[in-house]
């Protein structure tokens, strides 16, 4: 057989050895950052009889030209393999073949998930319902980093008395500054690391969406989910006028989402996934 390899986006990964895992894990061979890839999701197994792929009990499953694989399943050239929503296709190492729309992440100096699916922008009242569950989930969230300064006031207002507890102003100010010091450590993990790297905050994972770089497709990286931040901030302070920009264009973009060049895109798997097996025979 011809030495065969996975192309996700740009980026080639050989397939030239018995065993190749696919997952979130660091133990894997090809390693994808993304919520719906398991940490070992599948593998490539290559014997005599030629390459299959096996999915190894994955929650989002492993696909070959859009049917879920059950056991293991062989594999031929121009295969198109996904692994939950992460896409790749099977290619001879000895053919060149151009990139499929798709910029490599290498070059940007970071290696987060690469190849994930299209999806259409995410109309205005889907990004209102994100918004809402936003604040639940932040605002639920906010509780935790300030429960010492909560248990303290409580203790010392029903339980023990004043002199058993740090009564004094200048504790009660290092305790309020350590827990407002990890309340900003929370909100930084909750939304600048998560529109960097994990495509999304958890309100948009929920709701089946995530934030792109709008011509790409891929994560957006630090530097601009920090200026996504601050276009937030902008927005608030006009009034709100900058969260209603969805309404009036056509790709769905929020000032926000002009200011950091990003998208917030409903996912959905490729169009012959989507449709009954006899239209998918019958779609161009």
């Not at 133990?27 to 290559?46: G, K, P």
């Not at 709701?207 to 709008?214: A, I, K, S, V, Y």
Request: net charge positive; with cysteine; glycine share 8%.
């Amino acid at each position: 057989m011809p030495p065969l390899q996975l192309r996700l986006g740009t980026d080639l990964y050989p397939l030239d050895r018995d065993r190749v895992m696919v997952g979130r894990s660091r133990f894997c061979d090809i390693r994808l950052q993304e919520d719906t890839v398991s940490r070992l999701h599948a593998a490539f197994t290559f014997s005599e009889e030629g390459l299959a792929l096996q999915d190894l009990g994955s929650s989002n499953g492993t696909f070959v030209n859009g049917e879920r694989v059950g056991g293991s399943t062989r594999l031929t050239v121009g295969d198109v393999v996904r692994f939950g929503v992460v896409r790749g296709t099977i290619e001879d190492s000895e053919v060149q073949a151009e990139p499929r729309d798709l910029i490599s992440l290498s070059d940007l100096a970071q290696r987060p998930t690469t190849a994930l699916p299209s999806g259409s922008p995410a109309g205005f009242w889907l990004r209102c319902a994100i918004g809402v569950s936003e604040l639940l989930l932040f605002a639920l969230g906010s509780i935790v980093p300030f429960l010492p300064m909560l248990a303290v006031v409580v203790m010392e207002r029903y339980f023990l008395p004043s002199d058993r507890l740090p009564s004094t102003l200048q504790a009660k100010v290092v305790i309020t500054a350590a827990c407002t010091a990890l309340w900003l450590v929370y909100a930084w993990y909750y939304f600048i690391h998560g529109w960097a790297r994990r495509g999304g905050s958890p309100a948009m994972r929920i709701w089946g969406t995530r934030l792109f770089d709008w011509r790409w497709r891929i994560p957006i990286g630090y530097g601009r989910a920090w200026l996504r931040a601050v276009g937030v901030v902008v927005s608030i302070l006009s009034f709100g006028i900058g969260f209603l920009l969805p309404l009036f264009r056509r790709d769905r973009r929020a000032l926000h989402d002009l200011l950091a060049g990003t998208l917030v895109a409903r996912l959905r798997p490729p169009l012959a996934e989507r449709l009954p097996k006899n239209d998918a025979a019958a779609a161009p």
